[in-house]
């Protein structure tokens, strides 16, 4: 009788054993059988030009050798790849350690150094209860006098610059606009250093941050500068700063 038992306990372990042996076959034969890393297609961009595409891995950091050559610029700098065209600092991508988990476009801010004339007349176009802005009723139908009070005129400080000191009061809303239109306005999402304490996004039609309407949330003497590239407007930058309590009243 012991006998048997013994047998039996060696039977039941070897058949254990080869059941151990089996899965961990199985396991190994999935793992090798598991599907590649899934590959992403990155495509770089210099405003509407397509530069090229590199391939990367989910969550893989993008090979130099990639996308330098992307980087080159005569008479200008590189200032970096951005998810946006508009360059929004937050979109900014470090190709040195960001990952993709999806494919996705990039857009290269390339600066060159001589740009071309502005030729065009830019304005504040807004509305108000109580400041001159409630003259302007969103760029309406006035004479070209009414018009120059609201011009951001040519500072000579740099190539481009455009600048208008005005009042502004709490409940103002505007955006900016050349030749008194509203083809490519520039609204709350163009400006960068906004203090929030000061200025906030009052939203628009568009429903997009960069042609959102601005409003003030502090009365102020306020100077708006403008630097434009009339050959991509996605360079251009806005500033305002409050100068000090408004000085009309």
Request: with cysteine; proline share 2%; hydrophobic share 35%.
């Amino acid at each position: 009788m012991k006998k048997n038992v013994f047998v039996t306990k060696a039977i039941a372990l070897t058949m254990t054993a080869i059941t151990m042996i089996g899965g961990l076959a199985a396991c190994g034969a999935a793992k090798a059988q598991e599907a590649p890393k899934e590959e992403l297609t990155i495509t770089f961009m210099n405003q509407d030009q397509t530069l090229g595409t590199a391939k990367v891995g989910v969550d893989e950091v993008l090979d130099k050798s990639a996308y330098e050559g992307f980087e080159k610029v005569e008479d200008g700098e590189f200032n970096g790849w951005f998810e946006t065209p508009t360059f929004i600092e937050a979109s900014k991508k470090d190709l040195s350690k960001d990952t993709f988990e999806k494919d996705t476009t990039l857009y290269g801010d390339f600066r060159v150094n001589t740009v071309a004339e502005d030729t065009r007349h830019w304005y504040i176009a807004g509305t108000s209860t109580k400041g001159s802005l409630e003259l302007n009723n969103w760029a309406a139908d006035l004479s070209d006098e009414e018009k120059a009070t609201f011009e951001l005129v040519p500072t000579g400080n740099a190539t481009n610059e455009f600048a208008l000191t005005i009042d502004l009061y709490e409940g103002d809303q505007f955006q900016i606009i050349h030749d008194w239109a509203w083809d490519g306005q520039k609204g709350f999402g163009r400006f960068t250093g906004l203090d929030d304490t000061q200025m906030e996004n009052a939203g628009g039609l568009s429903g997009e941050d960069n042609t959102s309407n601005v409003q003030v949330k502090v009365d102020g003497n306020y100077t708006i500068t403008l630097t434009t590239n009339p050959d991509n407007q996605a360079q251009d930058t806005l500033t305002i700063v409050r100068n000090s309590d408004p000085i009309g009243e």
